[in-house]
């Protein structure tokens, strides 16, 4: 199961006071690791890269601020978004793997 984590580098004007995306990257890497071992893995894709499909969809949203970054998503499905809890995330990735 794969986990998306968007974002730039620079960080948003309201997220002064928060981690940058690729450290919630980071962070939540580590955290569903310790959790999940290998059966999730964290992936940031940077907003202003040059991409595709899904991925190229959610940035345009997040660039045109529809959406708030950084962005956390599973399987297509938003699961975080601004300062993302990890119990959500954990609570959507448990209810992916049970269903």
């Known amino acids: 199961m794969e986990l998306l ?9 309201s997220c002064a006071h928060l981690p940058s995306a ?5 962070w939540l ?9 290998e059966a999730i893995t964290v992936r ?3 907003i202003y890269s040059e991409l595709a499909g899904m991925e190229a969809e959610f940035a345009a949203r997040i660039r045109a601020e529809e959406l708030w ?5 599973l399987n297509g ?3 975080g978004e601004g300062s993302p809890k990890l119990k959500e995330i954990e609570h959507a990735i448990e ?3 049970i269903g």
């Open 5 to 13: 984590v968007f974002g730039a580098e620079q960080l948003c004007a």
């Open 44 to 46: 940031y894709v940077d």
């Open 22 to 26: 690729r450290d919630t990257a980071e």
């Open 95 to 97: 209810s992916m793997q």
């Open 69 to 73: 970054y950084p962005l956390v998503v």
């Open 77 to 79: 499905m938003i699961v």
């Open 29 to 37: 890497e580590a955290a569903l690791h310790r959790k999940y071992g």
